[in-house]
């Protein structure tokens, strides 16, 4: 077996080439007899550790990265020392070590085999993602975040440190501190996204002055994207125990810096149409955990018309889809905003199966730009519920993020129905009767019974001016009063079901109905309930408490406002 083992791994041939290359994409490993596999790894690490072997450390380490698919036997086999071997053979040394081996060739092919292969076995063993926070294997990839700068570095390199950096934080937290502290994570990974917008900033720059263009969107490489999507990855560990509600003076900074670079992002396109909504949903991420004066930074000052060619306010740019297009209100300049509220509108048209992980970070996002900023807030309102004119359909019925977001309401998935009713709410500036006028009463009943808002009146988280910012159209003004509350839609004159009864007919309904409903109650069917004092629902025992209740409310309820003026 020994004999065979060592054969094996003598520099590569084109057939040993073919035989390694039938297991790339084979995750399920053969059987072994006896102790097979450990003297496999035995021989590996053998050759892996003597210089004389260089030539077959590239087979070695690709045979290390199939085999660490198996995570069955993985700590019984690799130990301390073979993830030193790894992290050494990754490039992964110590600024004094690195300095030392400046003239050295370094062989690429190798140096991404250690780093998959190392990536594999930190996912696999929870042995090895501790012996990685010990070695030189964090302080190697910091040392190594410095020389991103290096054009001769490729991308996949950089790419792979990111992901083994990214998968030591998801999976060992305590490290987190460190890398914002001791090595100052932060500013380098802030720096990367930097220098890869500058590059394609430069590139395009260069490109429009030859075609006579100007104010283009960034497009940015797949590789490029790939890279940037790990290191925002990356900035979400290590932002995410920051305080969002009170950062202190130096994390603000972190933040203010990152909505900065985050705005650029969202603005921007890869050159593949998929690609692009992996940058934005990642984006996005980061964005939910910035503090609230952080948003501000997604606004800017709307550049004057003589700095734009003489284009009018409200949308700036041409028809080129390469041309970006700038969207006004306020004075600012709204265009991420708007990129953050057509991305909300590619979502909700097909939430498909994942709806859950990519409805909620939109959502939440939308809640927390809107409580924390007006102009953002106004913005969106105008345009997901701008004045009413037609209602002769349901809130719920349509193809508007209006209708998309009241239909949700009702949604089995608790948060996205908690989420959407939120949002709603906070764009009605949490005033109950605005909140029932663009939803309806059935679809808005559910999130004001959590939020003890039965009884009317307004939120209590919100901070909002007390202007008006809508007047009723003259149509809706005309159909009004025949707007039926609880469906939130026109409703015709019908004729009444009790017309032309006598009394005793009347009083005779009104009993079998009564009857029937004691009947569902002593069976369990439905439990009457009463609005408490503090807007919530609350369960009755009878329906003579139930009557007693409707006859005696309770004098401390909220007085419902029934106008849109705050």
């Known amino acids: 077996m020994d004999d065979f ?21 084979q995750f399920t490993l053969p059987e072994m007899p006896n102790d097979g596999w450990g003297r496999m790894w035995s021989v590996i690490f053998h050759r892996l550790v003597n210089p004389a072997a260089s030539g077959t450390h590239f087979t070695c380490l ?27 053979l990754a490039g992964l040394v110590t600024e004094e070590e690195a300095l030392s081996r400046l003239n050295e060739q370094i062989n690429y092919d190798v140096v991404l085999e250690a780093q998959k292969s190392l990536f594999n076995l930190i996912y696999s063993s929870q042995a090895i993602q501790r012996f990685c926070c010990g070695n030189s294997c964090v302080p190697g990839l910091m ?5 991103f700068r290096d054009p001769e570095l490729p991308y996949l390199v950089k790419y792979f440190d990111m992901r083994i950096l990214f998968l030591i934080t998801a999976l060992c937290p305590d490290i987190r501190p460190q890398l914002r502290t001791e090595h100052h994570c932060l500013t380098y990974l802030i720096e990367i996204l930097d220098l890869e917008i500058k ?45 969002k509600n009170g950062p202190d003076e130096e994390e603000e900074s972190y933040c203010l810096r990152l909505v900065t670079i985050l705005r650029i992002l969202i603005m921007s ?36 018309a003589s700095e734009v060619g003489g284009a009018t306010a409200g949308a700036v740019g041409g028809e080129d889809p390469d041309v970006a297009q700038s969207y006004e209100y306020d004075g600012k300049d709204m265009t991420a905003v708007t990129t953050i509220f057509n991305y909300l509108n590619e979502q909700l048209r097909a939430p498909g199966k994942l709806a859950k992980e990519t409805l909620n970070p939109i959502l939440i996002l939308m809640c927390e730009m809107c409580r924390a900023n007006r102009s953002i ?12 004119r037609d209602v002769t359909n349901k809130p719920e019925e349509g193809d508007t993020i209006r209708n998309k977001l009241c239909s949700l309401m009702t949604s089995p998935l608790i948060e996205i129905k908690h ?10 500036k949490e005033n109950v009767s605005r909140f029932i006028k663009y939803t309806g009463y059935g679809n808005a009943a559910g999130y004001l019974a959590t939020q003890g808002l039965m009884l009317g009146g307004k939120g209590k988280s919100g901070d909002y001016s007390s202007d008006s910012e809508e007047s009723d159209t003259e149509e809706y003004n005309q159909m009004k009063d025949k707007i039926n509350p609880v469906t939130g839609q026109f409703q015709p004159p019908r004729p009444s079901p009790m017309e032309g009864m006598s009394e005793e007919q009347k009083e005779h309904e009104v009993m079998k109905l009564v009857s029937a409903f004691e009947k569902l109650t002593e069976q369990k069917v439905i439990k009457p309930c009463l609005i408490s004092a503090d807007g919530k629902v609350q369960p009755v025992d009878s329906i ?17 406002n029934d106008s849109d003026s705050d």
């Open 5 to 25: 083992l060592e054969e094996v791994f003598m520099p590569v041939t084109p057939d040993k080439h073919f035989q390694l290359m039938a297991f790339e994409r």
């Open 419 to 428: 989420l959407s009713a939120n949002f709603l709410f906070i764009l009605c």
């Open 143 to 147: 040392c190594r975040m410095k020389l």
């Open 269 to 304: 396109s890869v050159k593949e149409e998929e690609k692009t909504k992996e940058l934005h949903s990642h984006t996005i991420n980061l964005l939910l955990l910035m503090s609230p004066q952080a948003y501000e930074e997604l606004l800017m000052p709307m550049p004057s």
């Open 377 to 388: 807030r106004k913005f969106l309102r105008q345009k997901i519920l701008p004045p009413l």
């Open 199 to 243: 590059t394609v900033q430069e590139l395009q720059e260069s490109s429009c002055l030859s075609n006579n263009q100007q104010n283009t969107n960034l497009v940015f490489s797949v590789e490029q994207n790939d890279l940037m999507n790990e290191v925002l990855k990356l900035l979400y560990n290590l932002v995410f125990n920051l305080g």
């Open 62 to 88: 690709n045979t290390v990265r199939i085999l660490s698919r198996n995570k069955a036997g993985v700590d019984s086999v690799v130990d301390r020392d073979c993830v030193s071997t790894l992290v050494k």
């Open 544 to 560: 003579l408490e139930f009557q007693e209740g409707l006859n005696c409310p309770p004098s401390n309820r909220a007085n419902h």
